[in-house]
């Protein structure tokens, strides 16, 4: 089947649309067309995520993208003359009635083109920005109501999980994704530790109990002077400073020091650091799955604060090493609590998903200090343009959520910002 499928729920208007087939098991996905605007530099003036400037456009990238997906898939047939239709344009009006810009840009062009051969649409409907996800869902709404076409609703934590898929458009083989699965979903919004016993049946063993580790990056590049998302720009001055070291004596950084001793080669911690272990690692320690990332970016704070008192202040070299320091901190800290799930749960598969699994430093510890602990483990990451948000996931699980459910009605779709997994 076709399914188009649309996200929305923060700072990315993406749409997209797949071919689909197979079963949760073994399923197959290509990838028809792939289309995202970003709007990452406008939000960079407040330092984050502005709802209401979000809202405002993602009502003007849809039309636009939407175009642009059906061209890419061959979809988009022009009829030979507008076909007007009064009873549906007030359908529309009533399910538009919030997003008046998207209703104008959707009655122009709809009337122009044929019905697209399109199955499903899949929508993300939380969690995330309220009024971002509302967008996104109505719009939704309104084409199924056009095209006359079933809405799947999709839980974007469930599009993060299975945005480590393939879409090379060849069967997934059982045996490369083994259950069970834990996934350490890392993203702007969330922290959390999922146990997956069966594909759809998801339990939530641990999260962060205040801030997500992408809003610490992203807290913490601001404190720095780095421009929204901060977890590029820190990951950048990081791996800037961790490459000034090579060639200084012992392991280049804390987690370097760390990721041997978890794969039990006793070294010395290393000594030829700026500021060596200066920063907490939040809840390393504890036995639970929970985390917590905001006394790191307090900690982070204060140390700028002294800084900033010393004659030379914050240099660039000194911010380069607490961006280090800081991503250090983090990436101990998820390295331990998920290979203590991975224990504990005998898992035999790590998905790692969410705008923060770009990160190459997190990407290259895990992989490391698990390939030697756990050397049977399967490790999945997205490719990189997945890692973030994009509607390429949003596809996959609206195809796994068909399978489970097959019919929805779309009056009882909602936008919500707090959905749990
Ligand atoms: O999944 P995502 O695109 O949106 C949410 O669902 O929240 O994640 C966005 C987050 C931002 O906080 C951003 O700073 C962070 O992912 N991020 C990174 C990197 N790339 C994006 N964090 C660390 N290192 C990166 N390379
Ligand atoms: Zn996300």
Request: net charge positive; charged share 25%; glycine share 6%.
């Amino acid at each position: 089947m076709k399914i188009l499928s649309i996200e929305t729920s923060c700072d990315e208007t993406a749409l997209s649309i797949i071919e689909a087939s197979g079963t949760v098991k073994t399923p197959k996905f290509k990838v028809l067309a792939n289309e995202i605007a970003s709007q990452a530099s406008l939000h960079a003036q407040y330092g984050g995520v502005f709802p209401a400037v979000a809202k405002r456009e993602h009502t003007k990238a849809c039309i636009p993208i939407l175009k642009r997906v059906l061209t890419e898939a061959k979809m988009e047939k022009p009829l030979k003359k507008k076909v007007s239709d009064k009873k549906q344009e007030r359908k529309l009006s009533k399910i538009l009635d919030r997003e008046p810009e998207l209703l104008k840009d959707l009655l122009e062009y709809i009337p122009l083109i044929k019905k697209p051969k399109i199955d499903a649409i899949a929508v993300t409907y939380g969690p995330g920005l309220e009024p971002a996800l509302w967008v996104g869902v109505n719009f939704a709404k309104s084409l199924s109501s056009a095209w006359d076409i079933p809405v799947i609703p999709v839980n974007h934590m469930e599009g993060h999980i299975l945005s480590v898929l393939p879409t090379d458009g060849k069967n997934v083989n059982t045996k490369d994704f083994p259950l069970p699965a834990i996934a350490l979903l890392i993203s702007g919004g969330h922290t959390e530790l999922i146990l997956i016993k069966d594909w759809m049946k998801y339990k939530k063993i641990g999260e962060t109990r205040d801030d997500a580790v992408g809003e610490a990056f992203d807290k913490v590049a601001r404190m720095l002077g780095l421009p929204y998302p901060g977890g590029p720009q820190i990951s950048r001055l990081a791996a800037e400073s961790r490459k000034e070291r090579v060639g200084s004596e012992g392991p280049h950084s804390a987690t370097d020091a760390r990721t041997e001793q978890f794969s039990s080669k006793k070294i010395a911690y290393p000594q030829n650091l700026l500021f060596p272990n200066i920063l907490p690692r939040p809840m390393i320690h504890t036995k639970d799955f929970d985390f917590s990332f905001s006394g790191l970016k307090t900690a982070v704070l204060y140390l700028i604060q002294k800084i900033n008192e010393t004659p030379k202040g914050l240099t660039e070299e000194i911010k380069k090493e607490i961006a280090r320091e800081f991503e250090d901190s983090v990436t101990e800290v998820l390295m331990k609590k998920t290979m203590l799930a991975i224990e504990k749960y005998g898992a035999k598969m790590l998905i790692v998903g969410g705008g923060v699994s770009a990160n190459t430093h997190i990407r290259e510890s895990l992989a490391k200090s698990l390939g030697s602990s756990a050397p049977k483990l399967k490790i999945y990451f997205p490719d990189k343009g997945l890692s973030t948000d994009n509607s390429l996931m949003i596809a996959m699980a609206g195809y796994f959520t068909y399978l489970k459910k097959k019919k929805h009605s779309i009056s009882g779709i909602k936008a919500k910002g707090n959905l749990s997994l």
